[in-house]
């Protein structure tokens, strides 16, 4: 789908993300889910929900969407500068990436955790909502 298009572009076309998370086949940012035994830190994004925003005459000219965008790794430390460096990245961002219009993103919420089985990974998850043009 094109809205995960444009959360990839702009993550992977930021040189405070990518400084952290890798470039070109070497980027650790990932839809969904980390591929098993990825080494830390990495960035995984999900597409929570969609709010098409029909109008009287037709279909949607402009989709409104939340995307959660977690940052693993396995310090507080580096998962809050990777965490900042995505929130730098995305927030108020405005734009065409990957040949989709991005009408503006804005930060909505975030939280922090420790992987409870390993209590060694560090997860801090920003959700965003996301404005694309159809």
Do not use: W
Not at 119 to 129: A, C, G, L, N, R
């Amino acid at each position: 789908m094109k809205y995960g298009k444009a959360i990839y572009g702009i993550l992977s076309n930021a040189a405070s993300v990518t400084a952290v998370v890798g470039t070109g086949d070497n980027c650790r940012v990932y839809p969904l889910i980390a591929p098993q035994e990825k080494r830390f830190p990495y960035i995984v994004y999900t597409v929570v929900s969609i709010d098409p925003d029909d109008s009287k005459d037709g279909v949607s000219k402009l989709d409104n969407f939340i995307v959660q965008v977690s940052c693993f790794g396995e310090n507080y430390n580096q998962t809050a500068t990777l965490a900042g460096n995505v929130r730098t990245a995305l927030d108020r961002y405005t734009g065409t990436i990957n040949g989709v219009e991005v009408d503006g993103v804005r930060l909505e919420a975030s939280r922090e955790d420790v992987e409870d089985e390993t209590k060694v990974v560090y997860h801090i998850s920003q959700d965003f909502k996301v404005r694309i043009k159809n």
